[in-house]
């Protein structure tokens, strides 16, 4: 599958879409989900165009593998929901049809702020 370059993140990465801002550096943003499935849920997306954790995994070079990550415990420490500032959080990436990717650009969960719930429902 080819990367979409029209999809909705790659318009948020662009600045042709508006969105709530947590963070950025040079590998990733970061924004609040535009509808909110926990009190806290917001998106972590690499700044390169990759579609899935598969993608990603088989194409990124080690710096964004590691801004990716490192990346989402930032985020987590900036929202208050680390284990050091909070009380935890579920990161999840959906992957392709069977699991529920809506957005062909990679991007992880982070819910938060309550507790989250059954693994998988
Ligand atoms: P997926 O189902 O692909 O794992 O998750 C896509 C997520 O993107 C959903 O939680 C959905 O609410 C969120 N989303 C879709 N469009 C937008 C948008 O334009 N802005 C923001 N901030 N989130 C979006």
Known sequence: MRYDENNIFAKILRGEIPCKKIYEDEFILSFHDIN??????ALVIPKGKYIDLDDFTNKASKDEIVGLLKGISNVAEKLGVSINKGKGYRTLANINEHGGQEVPHLHFHIFGGEKVGRMVE
Do not use: A, E, G, L
Not at 36 to 41: A, M, S, T, V
């Open 36 to 41: 909110p499935q926990k009190k806290i849920h």
